[in-house]
Nanobody, 121 residues
Framework: QVQVVESGGGLVHAGESLRLSCTASGNSFSVHSMAWYRQVPGKEREWVALITSDGSSNSADSVKGRFIASRGNAKNIIYLQMDSLEPEDTAVYYC???????????????WGQGTQVTVSP
């Protein structure tokens, strides 16, 4: 069984920073890529940033220059550094992991439970 666990959310004021963490763990689960999404009630889940298998990162235009995704010491750990936060960034932030199990090359994907980020004006 694979678990994806986020942490680091909270309440901050506009202009402040937060760093989210995510770990994907499971026996024989080999991570290929991981990403961050966010969702506001009543709206679709929105892609925020990703880390690919080679460690390269990319982020959505709406957060580019303010949010940066990075990898930890292991491929199954990623972070989301969020600077210059705005009230519009308020959302539940989800971690998404894609990988394979053992020698089975069929890609599998898993979501975390989400962590709330609230930015006050």
């Amino acid at each position: 069984q694979v678990q994806v666990v986020e942490s680091g959310g909270g309440l901050v004021h506009a202009g402040e920073s937060l760093r989210l963490s995510c770990t994907a763990s499971g026996n024989s689960f080999s991570v290929h890529s991981m990403a961050w999404y966010r969702q506001v009630p009543g709206k679709e889940r929105e892609w925020v940033a990703l880390i690919t298998s080679d460690g390269s990162s990319n982020s959505a235009d709406s957060v580019k220059g303010r949010f940066i995704a990075s990898r930890g010491n292991a491929k199954n750990i990623i972070y989301l550094q969020m600077d210059s936060l705005e009230p519009e960034d308020t959302a539940v932030y989800y971690c998404y992991a894609v990988g394979i199990m053992g020698t089975n090359n069929r890609p599998l994907s898993y979501w975390g439970q989400g962590t709330q980020v609230t930015v006050s004006p």
